[in-house]
């Protein structure tokens, strides 16, 4: 009978490492040119036959606002009580401040009235027109007089919201510019729904191209060859045309569209997590090569080794990100899935395309440098060698380890310091004002914007209803005038503008069951401030009917504005599921890998700590410093759980390593080995994701510069600070305790 080699049975010459995950990594070996083709026969089959994500989108209004929301359903309703509709997200703005002539300011009327006659052979789409002007100059309302004016623009139902803006521009060619000379473009939030999906189109090839130089450039640099790069890149690349082609087509047959703001980041998530994969496995492998293994016996016992720490680490960042589909927000609701499903197919790439081009291409992949032995580290038990100094990393992990109450204490305090800006955090959704300075659309904004107070190019509409409620107009009338003085309202127009008229249709209904009133704010309605004024006022409006006589009647807020603050408060609502389920995953999943559950607590607070600091440092970077109104609603959201999963990723990856020296060492002399040699990997992978997110600011949109700024500072934190510092310290003050209810080995207990 054949003895079998130390590490295992040897078959096919390869030894075959203990265990399952040696067991699989000895398959991933044995059958390495077939994994490798299958993932490439894969990637070209999907790109082939699959759609991508832009395909798959239908990019409706729906997908960044909840479809059953209550202004969703006030605008149906005042639609269907009224003779015609006053909320248009689509606006005209001409401007000329020298003064509008009074036969231009008629013409603004006439071609109104023609479009709502279908006068106009080419812009029948245009279903109807309703013309507005500062010529009386009556501030708040309007900032000067007779210079600006608005046609707001609706359209019928089989125009698309991308042809809106072409048939408005063809409006303009056609009838407006040939006769004036000012000012005139097209805003509103469908325009700029629109720009910003195609500047997202636009940007992405630019984004995908920085990061496959950054990932080249950092992983080049840091393996000093062209091979690890190369590896690397080919991995991602597979990874991404199966993983978006994946999410497209599964979109398309569940039904579900991934919205435009989605796909860059996965992009740049997908990029630096394989990266960062790819770096732990080059990493460990390369050293078992300088070792003198052979290629295939080194590719088995490395990816052996690391299987069930990146396996987990994997799995915990999809978990973690898929827990986003117990959203109630159909753009979480998408986010989640979408992440979920590439994250899970980037590590299945990781954990067998990889290893198994390493089996295949071993020391030639480092070339033009050999692998060569690691000097022994200072950390691992032995007196540092004279005259040698010692590394940054190896210093950071023997402070954290000798001195950890004063380590904790010191990060703690700076941690809390920038955490202290989530207390400042406004939740807005610039949905203009967040556009390129050079967009047309926010020009055209901020030309409306010069005459009249900036609520009037996206208004909102306060519906009143109850039983005969257009016969108390003498009610409707005090109503009118108490809603003209709350704070934050620049303009009232409602039944007291015809005190004695009969017509019925504009803001009586014609039911008699409805009054509505169109309430322009003295505000950016896109900021945070305009959303708290339509939250303060919906809290008064029971004190405020009762006030003017109308106890029994009830009120509902239509518009982007009330749309915008019942999108943030549902997206608040969902932190309220989503947290809990991501936590107890993350949790779960780090108890069972570690066997532990002391240290998964402080693992994981340790990491809501660094995603506190990061929202903080965002808040006073884009609020204090830039000057921004606000942060749009869905970046703290999406920072929460991207941040905590991949903070879990790294703590997975240090502490395997750790419990893996704590076999054979004391504890705290394992976190100092296990620290110091994990330093590196995780440093890299930590700048690679961080430079990945960093490099969304190419998105010349304030959402995208906000994201970009709080995920690359939390992964920066999480990297230098939290997995060398605060981390080791934390498991060298817990001490074997951390382990509970595992058992401890026999040198696990410090000296």
Request: charged content about 20%.
């Given at each position: 009978?054949?003895p079998?080699?130390?590490?295992?049975?040897?078959?096919?010459?390869?030894?075959?490492?203990?265990?399952?995950?040696?067991?699989?990594?000895?398959?991933i070996?044995?059958?390495?040119?077939?994994v490798?083709?299958?993932?490439?026969?894969?990637?070209?089959?999907?790109?082939?036959?699959?759609?991508?994500?832009?395909?798959?989108?239908?990019?409706?209004?729906?997908?960044?606002?909840?479809?059953?929301?209550d202004?969703?359903?006030?605008?149906?309703?005042?639609?269907?009580?009224?003779?015609?509709p006053?909320?248009?997200?689509t606006?005209?703005?001409?401007r000329?401040?020298?003064?509008?002539?009074?036969?231009?300011?008629?013409?603004?009327?006439?071609?109104?009235?023609?479009?709502?006659?279908?006068?106009?052979?080419?812009?029948?789409?245009?279903?109807?027109?309703?013309?507005?002007?500062?010529?009386?100059?009556?501030?708040?309302?309007?900032?000067?007089?007779?210079?600006?004016?608005l046609?707001?623009?609706?359209?019928?139902?089989?125009?698309?919201?991308?042809?809106?803006?072409?048939?408005?521009?063809?409006?303009?060619?056609?009838?407006?510019?040939p006769?004036?000379?000012?000012?005139?473009?097209?805003?509103?939030?469908?325009?700029?729904r629109?720009?910003?999906?195609?500047?997202?189109?636009?940007?992405?090839?630019?984004?995908?191209?920085?990061?496959?130089?950054?990932?080249?450039?950092?992983?080049?640099?840091?393996?000093?060859?062209?091979?690890?790069?190369?590896?690397?890149l080919?991995?991602?690349?597979v990874?991404?045309?199966i993983?978006?082609?994946t999410?497209?087509?599964?979109?398309?047959q569940l039904?579900?569209?991934?919205?435009?703001?989605?796909?860059?980041?996965?992009?740049?998530?997908?990029?630096?997590?394989?990266?960062?994969?790819s770096?732990?496995?080059?990493?460990?492998?390369?050293?078992?090569?300088?070792?003198?293994?052979?290629?295939?016996?080194?590719s088995?016992a490395g990816?052996?080794?690391?299987?069930?720490?990146?396996?987990?680490?994997?799995?915990?960042?999809?978990?973690?990100?898929?827990?986003?589909?117990?959203?109630?927000?159909?753009?979480?609701?998408?986010?989640?899935?979408?992440?979920?499903?590439?994250?899970?197919?980037?590590?299945?790439?990781?954990?067998?395309?990889?290893p198994?081009?390493?089996?295949?291409?071993?020391?030639?992949?480092?070339?033009?440098?050999?692998?060569?032995?690691?000097?022994?580290?200072?950390?691992?038990?032995?007196?540092?060698?004279?005259?040698?100094?010692?590394p940054?990393?190896?210093?950071?992990?023997?402070?954290?380890?000798?001195?950890p109450?004063?380590?904790?204490?010191?990060?703690?305090?700076?941690?809390?310091?920038a955490?202290?800006?989530?207390?400042?955090?406004?939740?807005?959704?610039p949905?203009?004002?967040?556009?390129?300075?050079?967009?047309?659309?926010r020009?055209?904004?901020?030309?409306?914007?010069?005459?009249?107070?900036?609520?009037?190019?996206?208004?909102?509409?306060?519906?009143?209803?109850?039983?005969?409620?257009?016969?108390?107009?003498?009610?409707?009338?005090?109503?009118?005038?108490?809603?003209?003085?709350?704070?934050?309202?620049?303009?009232?127009?409602?039944?007291?503008?015809?005190?004695?008229?009969?017509?019925f249709?504009?803001?009586?209904?014609?039911?008699?069951?409805?009054?509505?009133?169109?309430?322009?704010l003295d505000?950016?309605?896109?900021?945070?401030?305009?959303?708290?004024?339509?939250r303060?006022?919906?809290?008064?409006?029971?004190?405020?009917?009762?006030?003017?006589?109308?106890?029994?009647?009830?009120?509902?807020?239509?518009?982007?504005?009330?749309?915008?603050?019942?999108?943030?408060?549902?997206?608040?609502?969902?932190?309220?599921?989503v947290?809990?389920?991501?936590?107890?995953?993350?949790?779960?999943?780090?108890?069972?890998?570690?066997?532990?559950?002391?240290?998964p607590?402080?693992?994981?607070?340790?990491?809501?700590?660094?995603?506190?600091?990061?929202?903080?440092?965002?808040?006073?970077?884009?609020?204090?410093l830039?000057?921004?109104?606000?942060?749009?609603y869905?970046?703290?959201?999406?920072?929460?759980?991207?941040?905590?999963?991949l903070?879990?990723d790294?703590?997975v990856?240090?502490?395997?390593?750790?419990?893996?020296?704590?076999r054979?060492?004391?504890?705290?002399?394992?976190?100092?080995?296990?620290?110091?040699?994990?330093?590196?990997?995780?440093?890299?992978?930590?700048?690679?994701?961080?430079?990945?997110f960093?490099?969304?600011?190419?998105?010349?949109?304030?959402?995208f510069?906000?994201?970009?700024f709080?995920?690359?500072?939390?992964?920066?934190?999480?990297?230098?600070?939290?997995?060398?510092?605060?981390?080791?310290?934390?498991?060298?003050?817990?001490?074997?305790?951390?382990?509970?209810?595992?058992?401890r080995?026999?040198?696990?207990?410090e000296?």
């Open positions: 009978m054949r079998p080699r130390p590490g295992g049975i040897a078959r096919w010459g390869v030894p075959r490492p203990r265990g399952p995950a040696g067991t699989i990594a000895w398959l070996v044995k059958l390495r040119f077939l490798v083709a299958a993932w490439i026969a894969g990637a070209v089959v999907a790109t082939v036959q699959l759609p991508d994500i832009g395909e798959a989108q239908a990019g409706a209004l729906g997908d960044l606002v909840p479809n059953d929301a202004a969703l359903q006030a605008e149906i309703r005042s639609a269907e009580e009224f003779a015609f006053l909320l248009s997200r606006v005209i703005v001409q000329d401040a020298d003064g509008l002539s009074p036969a231009e300011q008629a013409r603004v009327v006439e071609r109104a009235a023609a479009l709502n006659t279908g006068d106009y052979p080419g812009l029948r789409g245009i279903a109807g027109a309703l013309p507005l002007s500062n010529t009386l100059g009556r501030p708040p309302f309007s900032r000067e007089s007779s210079t600006t004016a046609t707001y623009l609706f359209f019928t139902s089989d125009v698309h919201q991308s042809d809106r803006g072409r048939l408005a521009q063809r409006l303009i060619e056609r009838r407006i510019e006769s004036f000379d000012g000012y005139v473009g097209v805003t509103g939030a469908i325009p700029a629109v720009d910003r999906t195609e500047l997202i189109a636009d940007r992405l090839p630019l984004i995908e191209l920085a990061t496959v130089l950054l990932v080249a450039g950092i992983v080049g640099l840091h393996f000093r060859g062209l091979g690890a790069p190369l590896i690397t080919l991995a991602v690349a990874a991404y045309l993983s978006t082609r999410v497209g087509a599964v979109g398309e039904g579900f569209s991934v919205p435009s703001e989605v796909e860059p980041v996965i992009v740049v998530l997908l990029f630096g997590v394989v990266t960062d994969y770096i732990f496995f080059l990493s460990r492998i390369r050293r078992r090569l300088a070792d003198g293994e052979e290629r295939r016996a080194a088995a990816s052996a080794e690391l299987l069930p720490i990146i396996f987990t680490a994997g799995l915990t960042v999809t978990v973690a990100s898929g827990s986003l589909v117990v959203a109630e927000l159909g753009f979480f609701e998408a986010f989640g899935p979408g992440m979920a499903l590439s994250l899970l197919v980037g590590t299945l790439v990781a954990i067998t395309f990889i198994a081009l390493l089996a295949i291409g071993g020391r030639a992949l480092f070339w033009p440098r050999a692998p060569e032995p690691d000097a022994p580290a200072p950390d691992d038990g032995e007196p540092p060698t004279e005259g040698r100094a010692r940054t990393r190896n210093r950071a992990v023997r402070l954290a380890t000798g001195h109450i004063l380590t904790l204490l010191a990060c703690v305090a700076l941690l809390i310091a955490a202290s800006g989530v207390t400042r955090l406004e939740l807005g959704n949905v203009i004002r967040g556009l390129p300075g050079d967009s047309t659309v020009q055209a904004y901020a030309e409306g914007q010069q005459g009249f107070a900036p609520g009037v190019l996206a208004p909102t509409v306060l519906l009143v209803e109850g039983p005969r409620v257009v016969e108390q107009r003498p009610a409707l009338r005090r109503f009118q005038r108490l809603l003209e003085d709350q704070a934050g309202v620049a303009e009232v127009v409602g039944p007291a503008d015809r005190p004695g008229g009969r017509t249709g504009a803001v009586l209904s014609r039911t008699g069951e409805a009054a509505r009133f169109f309430v322009v505000m950016d309605p896109f900021s945070a401030r305009a959303v708290n004024v339509i303060r006022l919906d809290r008064r409006m029971p004190r405020l009917l009762a006030a003017a006589g109308l106890p029994n009647a009830s009120t509902a807020f239509a518009g982007d504005t009330a749309l915008s603050a019942e999108t943030i408060d549902r997206a608040l609502d969902d932190i309220g599921r947290a809990p389920t991501a936590l107890l995953a993350v949790l779960a999943i780090l108890a069972v890998f570690l066997r532990a559950l002391v240290a607590l402080y693992l994981v607070a340790a990491s809501l700590l660094a995603l506190a600091a990061s929202l903080g440092l965002t808040a006073y970077v884009f609020q204090d830039a000057g921004q109104p606000g942060i749009s869905f970046v703290p959201f999406a920072a929460a759980v991207l941040l905590l999963s903070g879990s790294y703590n990856f240090l502490t395997g390593r750790i419990w893996l020296e704590a054979h060492r004391p504890l705290r002399e394992a976190v100092r080995v296990a620290g110091a040699r994990a330093a590196t990997p995780i440093t890299i992978a930590g700048l690679v994701l961080a430079g990945s960093a490099l969304l600011f190419l998105v010349p949109l304030w959402a510069q906000q994201l970009a709080a995920m690359a500072a939390g992964l920066l934190i999480d990297a230098f600070l939290v997995r060398t510092l605060v981390v080791p310290a934390l498991i060298s003050l817990v001490g074997p305790v951390s382990r509970w209810p595992g058992r080995g026999p040198r696990e207990v000296d």
